[in-house]
C-alpha cells in the first residue's frame, strides 16, 4: 500500500489519540475518507458541514478531548464558519481539517473558477478560530496537523483550521516534486 497524503493525515490523527471524527464526504475529499475507511477511527457521517462542526464541538466539550471536522473545499468549509465561532467562544478544542483548491489550480490573486473555489479560504476562518494552518506540501502534512492540535489543546482551547490542497491528499509525502507547483 502506497503513501498519500491523506494516509498521512489518517496516520498522524491515529497518532494524537483521535479516536473519532465528524464529517461530510465530497468530491476533494474522497482520498481521505477512503483512508479513514482503513484505519481503527470512527467516522460519523452528517447531513451538512454545520453539523459537522457542532458535532465537533459537542465531542471536545464532553470528552475533553480534541474534536475533529473534515469537511469540502469552498462552500463546504464555508458552512463551518458558525460552529467554529461557537467552539470559539466556548474555548473547544476543534481541529477542522478542510481541503482547499488543488495547487495546480491555483493563480495567486486571481479566481479562476474551479470547483469550489475560493479568493482566500483561510482567511474566512482567522474571525472565528483559535489559528489557521495552511499545508503546501504532502510531506508537511503530519507536522502541521501536530502544530494545529497543539495550539487547540494549549491554554485556552481553541478551534483552529488547517486547509490541504485536495491534490496533495493523493500524492507521495516522500516523492520529490509531489507537493505545491
Known sequence: ???????????????????VTFGLPGVHTLELWDALG??????????????????????ARATGDLGVALVTTGP????????????????????LI??????DLRTPGTVRGSLHEMADQRA????????TFGVDHPAAIAGVLRRAARAALSPQSGPV???????LLHRDPAVPGSGAR
Do not use: C, W
Not at 76 to 95: D, R
Not at 161 to 167: F, H, L
Open 38 to 59: 482503513e484505519s481503527d477511527i470512527a467516522v460519523v457521517g452528517v447531513r451538512h458541514e454545520q453539523a459537522a462542526g457542532h458535532a465537533a464541538d459537542g465531542f
Open 76 to 95: 463546504g468549509a464555508a458552512n463551518t464558519v458558525t460552529a467554529m465561532g461557537e467552539a470559539l467562544a466556548s474555548a473547544s478544542a476543534v481541529l
Open 98 to 103: 478542510t481541503t482547499e483548491v488543488p495547487t
Open 124 to 131: 474566512l476562518f482567522r474571525p472565528v478560530t483559535k489559528a
Open 1 to 19: 500500500m502506497s503513501s498519500t497524503g491523506a494516509r498521512s493525515v489518517v496516520a498522524t490523527l491515529s497518532e494524537l489519540g483521535v479516536e
Open 161 to 167: 483550521y488547517v486547509g490541504i490542497p485536495a491534490d
